[in-house]
Structures are given as structure tokens and as C-alpha cells.
């Protein structure tokens, strides 16, 4: 078995206290976000389609101030401090939303100490509505996340994860940490994860998973 791991985190509901992505949603396309949001959480309507519709029916005047709403998003405590630790150790922390990637970037101010990388959406925002552009398309979703997973073959995977977005990637991963809706996915499915609410719950999760818990928390 490797003793190379990697780290996959959502950051809306995750690495953010609220669901930031859906409130922005909601806020700039309040009629179509009510239609179609509670579909994609049924699970009757795909991610990429959903996603799509609402975020391409907004103008892109709105895009500076969807970034300053996004900027202000309060952070799950204990992150930065996960984030030392997992640098010390030399653990890739992946950051991948099922939104935009320059909306975390605005959200941590940039791309903080620890984080290796940071995967989303991009928006291009040149012409009168927003349009949609991903490196990671599948065919039900925007951003696969599973298929950057498949960019680190042989490491044994951990998922981190709040909703709908992560579920097919809770699915392929070795250990999955979950709260909010994917916690009920996952029940649904008898698969097991741990249950985290802030990230000082996560890394004592990996302290107890990893390098038999050689971890320094504080």
C-alpha cells in the first residue's frame, strides 16, 4: 500500500462556514437559483446543466460585486492551522470547488501558505452575460473532481466535503470527512466517513490516520 497521500478539499460549506457559492446563486439569480438548486440536490438535474443555466444568466456587471460578496465569507476555524501542519509534513492539500476558482481566491486572499493548488470554474466576464469555462468537465459536471484524482494515480486519496459537489469524488476516495448534505449522501449509500464540523476536527482525524499520528496539533 503507498504511504503517499493526497488531500482533496471543497471549499463552499467547507473550507467556508456557509454555502457561499449557492447564496451568490441566489442573490444574482434568485428565480432560476429556486428552480433548479433543489433539483440538483434531489439529484434529478446535473450539476453541469444546473450550473450552468444560473451562472450564464447573469450580466456581468454583477461580477465585481459578486467578488466582494465572496471576499468577506467567513473561514471554518482551524484551517490555516491545518494548513501549517499538512505543509510541515509535506501532505498536498488540493482545493477543488464546484464553483469558481477566482471566487476562493478572493475568499483566502489569494492562495494561502499549504495550498498546492486551487480548481474550480473560470468566468469570463467580457461579454454582457458571464460564460462558463472548465479544465475538468465530465459529462453531468462542471468540475469533475474525480478527474484531478485521477491525476495523482497510486496515493491513497482523502476527501473533504459538505454537498453535492463532492459526492462522486466521496465515492472513489480511501477516507472520506464530511458534514452537511454529503454526510445524508453517504448514509443513503451505507458508506462510511468521519463527521468534522471546523478543521481542527479534521486534523484530528488525520492525526489519527496518518504516519500513525506523527501529526503535531496543537
Known sequence: MSDKWVI?????GTIT????FVAILSRFAPALSAELIPQMYDLTLTL???VLRIMESIESIHYPEMLEMISS?????????????????HIPFLIVTGGVSEFVQAALKGTPEGVSCIYGMTVDHSG????INS?????????SKVRLLDQFPGARSICIGDSVTDLQLALRCDV???RGRLSTYLSDRNVAFFPFEDFFDVLRILDS??????LEIS
Do not use: N, W
Request: include cysteine.
Open 8 to 12: 482533496l478539499c471543497d471549499f463552499d
Open 48 to 50: 453541469k446543466e444546473g
Open 209 to 214: 490516520l496518518i504516519c500513525g499520528s506523527s
Open 128 to 131: 454582457p452575460y458571464l460564460k
Open 73 to 89: 465569507a467567513p473561514i471554518r476555524k482551524g484551517f490555516h492551522e491545518m494548513l501549517s501542519v499538512l505543509s510541515a509534513c
Open 17 to 20: 462556514f456557509d454555502e457561499t
Open 176 to 178: 472520506v470527512i464530511a
Open 135 to 143: 479544465d475538468l468537465q465530465s459529462e453531468s459536471e462542471l468540475v
